[in-house]
């Protein structure tokens, strides 16, 4: 994967690093380049969708410094230095994240084209402090749009997995 | 011996759910090519006229940008309307991307920047001018459907004597009911990256529900025998919009051949509001019963919208004349065209629309007649199609009211409007019958045992969140006696056997049933392996006489048995190859896919806001494959039908010509704090008709009637007749 996306070449770039996946990265950038378009062209990590590029959606939701945020809405170079955590760093090599496991057990989709998001999105929700009850959930929840309407189960897999994931955070904090 | 479960009708997981998990599923616009360039749409500006001059100066200067593509430097296409002609097309004259001049809808792709940077190719494409000869337009359905002409469809002759019948009859009701333009609105847009192989043949990820269309479609279109192929192995959503080639494919290809290069191009969410879609319609529904509320007379008549070069028809009133008995039977469908697209088959396309009208109506004459809506549909429960004159092959619908009802307490329903409120929300039930049909189409697939026992199984299908991987793994691993772990299913690839388009909900029907007779070639084949060995103990055995089970084939008789891969070891790897098309005995029946939704709104008196608190819906469907799969495929129709009636509609700015809130803000869907817990009951329905699986497919059934229910719960909480769809709050207020 080239770690140099400026493939017209003819204007300036900026250098950033960023923990990307826990591995850290020095990447040149456009200026006018979005968080996404970086992840999903140059970098090839193309778990993190693109389904309206306006922050409409929520299908380009990854962690950035453990927040969730609509990658299409923010430049890569205002960045510098943060850890990123998208769709492909959750997993613990075969094993993967109890988020995960849960939208599987649950069968929390349908295409998957909203599901990266939907994780990110339920993981970055450990962190709040909200999404105690489902009515709760659901409100928090509905920035990631699925058009499939998997959202019943959707609900059902991060009521589930949510209290392990957040017990998770607590001691990785300690 | 260890007698494994079958995994037919089990709840298993999704088998490409880790992939989609971890966000290794490939979509469309996600494969790594070298070299590829980008693409990006410049789109008309009017409705209707001519492109007078096109200013790529500026565009052109930009270091980075490879082409301008317009209809003046575009490859050669196709010049007759027939090489266009795709598997879905309508009747008429089908769209040619970049043909020529003429302007006929707003939003038509006009031209494609490429660029080595798909920011690039966007901004490139920003800075291309067009002159335009405008002429005027039209775009609304209203004001032209005095003009509508007859639907070149075929639509039941009437039955009876409607007018006397209607006449006659001691309860009447009539409406015009509404349904405006809808959109697929796929999470994924579309997107195609054509790759330009050496000897120039092109390898192409699509989006789309068909890829053997799209290889036909692009064969025809560039005179390009043998040297494509498509692949689509994840499709993020379509919903229908994958059933036709969309226009992103073509100028891809454009690109790619007058570059000699790989080209991407991918929709912007606003690009895909530019195609196909639900198109508006108005419908007039009559219906007369007598004192009892037996059906006396039905009349439905619909318009619909669709564009000046194509007649697009869909299935709409025909429903009316077989869901209920009714002797007096009048059905008509026009068509007025307007200076837009051609609309295209969305989400069970024509009965969605047609059935709401239908049970709208339905629901207002049990109020006329003073019963109670669930037993007005028991008064005039039919178990054969009026339309055909046929029975049905199978037909499970009074379980399905019966579960169903029983499930969401309709006996507590208020049969008085507005008689139940909690603080400021007024509460209300409502129900719907819904109604689909069970098709089946001629498909193609392949089964190969390998020598460590591995079942590879193929076909040209697709899976577009339909559960279809799962499905089929499920039908071969239970025809071959394997665990599901030891069967792969592989689909998305134009080169793989013969399928028909992924829709209608006819996939498990189609292809789950040539997946089965090639896994019995398979069995036959092993079994003639396992016989070429001296003194085998299958020796003279007949097929019936032995059975697959947990990796082996065994004697029934004697329970001898041999594990599959042994036998290919010395075999060699065996394949089967079976095409089946649709049983002869399914002429003598009607066969379709039945439903009873039901639904609980709870209204707030003072804003008008409408919260959909409960659904039940019964489903007699057949057989059904994978209850967890399935039953998703049910929740995605009703959470469908809850934006049908409450949120969805594409508005045109008429003097434009043109969408107005074409993006996800403005074009609500639900999400998840607008739906509710909806509970998904499959009755039991066994059919030996429909197909060998007696499956007759889930993905359409879901959604219709839920909108009709919707309405009348609504009705049922505030005693407001809303016709017209969405049922926004205006409305009510
Ligand atoms: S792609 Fe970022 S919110 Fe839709
Ligand atoms: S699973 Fe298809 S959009 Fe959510």
């Known amino acids: 994967m080239s770690e140099n996306p400026s493939a017209a070449g003819a204007i300036g770039t900026c250098t950033i690093t960023l923990v990307l996946n826990g591995e850290h990265r020095r990447l040149e950038v456009q200026p006018w380049t979005t968080l996404l378009d970086l992840l999903r062209d140059p970098l090839g990590l193309s778990g993190t969708k693109k389904g309206c590029d306006h922050g409409q959606c929520g299908a380009c939701t990854v962690l950035l410094n453990g927040r969730r945020i609509n990658s299409c809405l923010t430049l890569a170079v205002m960045h510098d230095g943060a850890e990123l955590t998208t769709i492909e760093g959750l997993a613990r090599g075969a094993e993967l994240h109890p988020m995960q496991a849960a939208f599987v057990r649950h069968d929390a989709f349908q295409c998957g084209y909203c599901t990266p998001g939907q994780i990110c999105s339920a993981v970055g929700l450990a962190s709040e402090r909200c999404g105690y009850s489902r009515e709760e959930i659901r409100e928090y929840m509905s920035g990631n749009l699925c058009r499939c309407g998997a959202y019943p189960n959707i609900l059902a897999a991060i009521e589930e997995a949510l209290p392990a994931v957040r017990g998770q955070k607590q001691e990785d904090a300690r | 011996m260890n007698r494994a479960q079958s995994p037919l009708g089990q709840p298993l997981d999704r088998v490409d759910g880790p992939l989609k998990v971890r966000g290794q599923a490939r979509y469309a616009a996600e494969f790594d090519v070298p070299g590829l360039l980008y693409g990006a749409v410049v789109s008309s500006a009017i409705a209707r006229g001519r492109v007078l001059r096109i200013d790529s100066a500026a565009t052109e200067a930009l270091p980075g940008v490879h082409l301008v593509l317009s209809h003046l430097n575009r490859p050669p296409i196709a010049s007759y309307d027939e090489p266009y002609e795709d598997a879905d097309a309508a009747e008429g004259s089908p769209f040619r991307p970049l043909y020529n001049d003429r302007v006929l809808y707003s939003g038509q792709p006009l031209a494609l920047v490429v660029a080595e940077t798909q920011a690039l190719a966007r901004h490139a494409a920003s800075l291309v001018h067009v002159e335009y000869a405008a002429e005027s337009h039209q775009t609304d359905l209203q004001a032209v459907r005095e003009q509508a002409h007859p639907a070149p469809a075929e639509v039941p002759p009437p039955r009876g004597d409607f007018e006397v019948a209607f006449n006659a009859a001691a309860h009447r009701v009539e409406g015009e009911y509404g349904t405006p333009v809808e959109h697929h609105n796929p999470m994924e847009p579309h997107a195609s990256i054509v790759q330009y192989q050496p000897g120039g043949e092109l390898l192409i990820h699509d989006k789309t529900q068909g890829v053997q269309n799209c290889q036909r479609y692009l064969e025809q279109v560039f005179g390009l025998q043998d040297r494509i192929r498509v692949l689509s192995p994840f499709v993020g959503g379509a919903f229908g919009s994958g059933l036709r080639p969309q226009y992103q494919l073509p100028l891809a290809v454009m690109a790619a051949l007058a570059l000699k290069a790989s080209v991407r191009v991918e929709l912007t969410r606003q690009q895909m509001f530019t195609f196909g879609y639900r198109p508006r319609s108005i419908q007039q529904l009559k219906l007369a019963a007598d004192g009892e509320g037996r059906l006396q007379a039905v009349e439905h008549q619909a318009i619909g919208q669709t564009s000046r070069f194509e007649d697009f028809t869909e299935h709409e009133v025909e429903w009316s004349g077989m869901l209920y008995a009714c002797d007096h039977v009048r059905l008509g469908y026009r068509l007025a065209p307007l200076d837009v697209y051609t609309p295209l088959d969305m989400r069970a396309p024509g009965a969605t629309i047609g059935v709401y009208a239908l049970e709208c109506a339905m629901d207002e004459l049990a109020h006329e007649v003073g019963i109670d809506p669930l037993e007005l549909r028991l008064r005039n429960y039919s178990e054969i199609n009026g339309n055909q004159g046929k029975r049905y092959s199978s037909k499970e619908l009074r379980a399905c009211y019966r579960q169903g009802a029983e499930r969401f307490g309709w006996s507590r329903r208020p049969a008085q409007p507005r008689s139940l409120r909690e603080g400021h929300e007024l509460i209300g039930m409502g129900m719907a019958t819904g109604v689909w049909e069970a098709m089946q189409m001629p498909a193609s697939a392949r089964a190969c045992i390998d020598a460590d026992g591995k079942l590879l199984v193929t076909s040209a299908t697709a899976d577009i969140g339909t559960g279809t991987y799962t499905a089929m793994t499920q039908i071969a691993a239970d025809a071959m006696g394997l665990p599901m772990a030891d069967v792969e299913f592989r689909l998305g690839d ?240």
């Open chain 2, 494 to 733: 134009s080169s793989l056997p013969q399928a028909p388009l992924e829709g209608g909900s006819a996939t498990v029907s189609s292809v789950g049933s040539a997946v089965q007779r090639a896994c019995a070639g398979l069995r036959q084949k092993l079994l003639d392996a396992a016989q070429q060995s001296p003194a085998s103990p299958f020796t003279g055995a007949s097929p019936d006489a032995v059975e697959f089970i947990g990796g082996r084939m065994c004697l029934k008789a004697t329970q001898h048995a041999v594990e599959l891969k042994r036998i290919v070891e010395v075999s060699g790897a065996l394949e089967s190859e079976a095409h089946v098309e649709p049983g002869e005995q399914r002429q003598q029946w009607a066969t379709a896919t039945h439903s009873a939704v039901f639904v609980e709104v709870r209204v707030d008196e003072d804003l008008g806001t409408v919260n959909v608190s409960r659904v039940v819906s019964a489903i007699a469907a057949g057989r059904i494959v994978n209850p967890k799969t399935a039953g998703n495929q049910i929740v995605g129709g009703v959470v469908w039908g809850i934006g049908q009636a409450l949120q969805e509609e594409t508005l045109i700015d008429h003097r434009l010509g043109r969408y107005m809130n074409h993006n996800l803000a403005e074009y609500h869907i639900p999400v998840n704090a607008d739906i509710p817990g909806i509970e998904v009951i499959f009755v039991e329905e066994h059919d030996s008709v429909v197909n060998e699986l007696g499956s007759k497919g889930v993905g359409e059934i879901g959604i219709v009637g839920v909108a009709a229910a919707v309405a009348n719960a609504i009705y049922n909480a505030t005693g407001k007749r809303v016709r017209d769809l969405p049922i926004t709050l205006d409305k009510l207020l």
